[in-house]
């Protein structure tokens, strides 16, 4: 099978047992594969319902799955998180964290959220953290949290 670049199959793959050989064999050599074309594969794999494979593929958070090329980023993450632990000092993803700064050269800024405190008072904490990130990093940003962090 082959895969358009919004996640169309080119071929009517069977399921049940109907696949050709070679669609079978797919994963066999999946290092040589076009990343885009595994992850339609896996969809095709695991989701029976076509509906459900449909809105996976038009789904572009799923595209994420794929992996960045190597080298250095000009990014800044800004963390929304630790609403229930330790705010700036938390320690969520610390290690994905370190790493991303070691191997990518990406830069975190943890939100001083706080336990139990308001949405107003977290939202200006994410605010301040943002305008952190944009007046000392001067990079391109994006926000990564949960909770009342979202």
Do not use: H, W
Request: hydrophobic share 35%; net charge negative.
């Amino acid at each position: 099978s082959s895969y358009t670049e919004n996640g169309d199959c080119n071929s009517s793959m069977e399921t049940g047992g109907g696949s050709s050989i070679s669609e079978d064999l797919f994963f066999a050599n999946v290092k040589d594969k076009n990343e885009g074309d595994v992850i339609n594969a896996i969809i095709d794999a695991v989701f029976f319902y076509e509906e459900e494979r449909d809105s996976l593929r038009k789904d572009p958070l799923v595209r994420l799955l794929i992996a960045n090329p190597p080298g250095q980023y000009n990014f800044t993450i800004v963390t929304a998180m630790g609403v229930i632990t330790e705010g700036a000092q938390g320690l969520e993803l610390a290690a994905a964290l370190e790493r991303l700064e070691k191997k990518r050269n990406v830069k975190t800024i943890r939100a001083d959220t706080g336990t139990a405190r308001s949405f107003e008072y977290n939202g200006s904490k994410i605010e301040q953290a943002i305008e952190k990130a944009v007046r000392l990093e001067k990079n391109p940003f994006g926000i990564l949290g949960y909770s009342q962090g979202c």
